[in-house]
């Protein structure tokens, strides 16, 4: 992740009036254009908002919605609530650390996947759950773990490969199809 200048970070306070009350909205902008809140963000927001760093930092930590290190692009979220555990989130974030070899919950090199587990998502019904992102994947079981990672893995493209061959090789395969 790159450092934020100061001319972004003025660009992104740009309509923010100086008030107390615009802090978790202003932090959710930030999360949402950098996947985290980089430690010269939160500093240059309490001296906009007239708010003290640690107050920010509070802020910053009490809600889960934010992160102080870099996320992936796919934050998935295991749930580890009672009903989870008991029908075998263990076993899925065990199977979902392997797949992605990580050694514990974190972030993938590439920076496609950030693994965390969580109290609770309040789907108990559905457990085991897993969240990527804003989408719940309820019943999860070990064996499903690679169709769910797959749907989020950037597409690996053949060498020579464009999307107009693909394409082209499309409508001569639909050709073909019907004659």
Not at 106 to 126: E, N, S, W
Request: aromatic share 6%; hydrophobic share 35%.
């Amino acid at each position: 992740m790159s450092q934020i200048q100061a001319p972004e970070m003025s660009e992104l306070l740009e309509g923010w009036s100086e008030r107390a009350e615009n802090l978790i909205p202003i932090l959710q902008e930030i999360q949402e254009r950098y996947r985290y809140l980089p430690e010269t963000a939160l500093r240059e927001v309490a001296e906009r908002l007239h708010v003290s760093l640690p107050e920010v930092f509070h802020v910053a930590t009490f809600y889960n919605c934010f992160s102080l290190e870099p996320v992936g692009e796919y934050l998935i979220q295991v749930c580890m609530g009672t009903a989870c555990h008991v029908r075998g989130a263990p076993r899925v974030l065990d199977r979902i650390l392997r797949d992605l070899k990580l050694p514990h919950p974190g972030t993938t090199q590439d920076m496609q996947f950030t693994v965390r587990t969580v109290r609770c998502i309040g789907c108990c019904g559905l457990a085991p759950v897993v969240r990527v992102n804003s989408h719940t994947h309820p019943h999860l079981t070990q064996a499903r773990v690679p169709g769910l990672l797959k749907k989020y893995r950037p597409r690996e493209r053949r060498p020579g490969v464009t999307a107009e061959t693909t394409a082209s090789e499309g409508r001569t395969h639909a050709e073909a199809q019907r004659g």
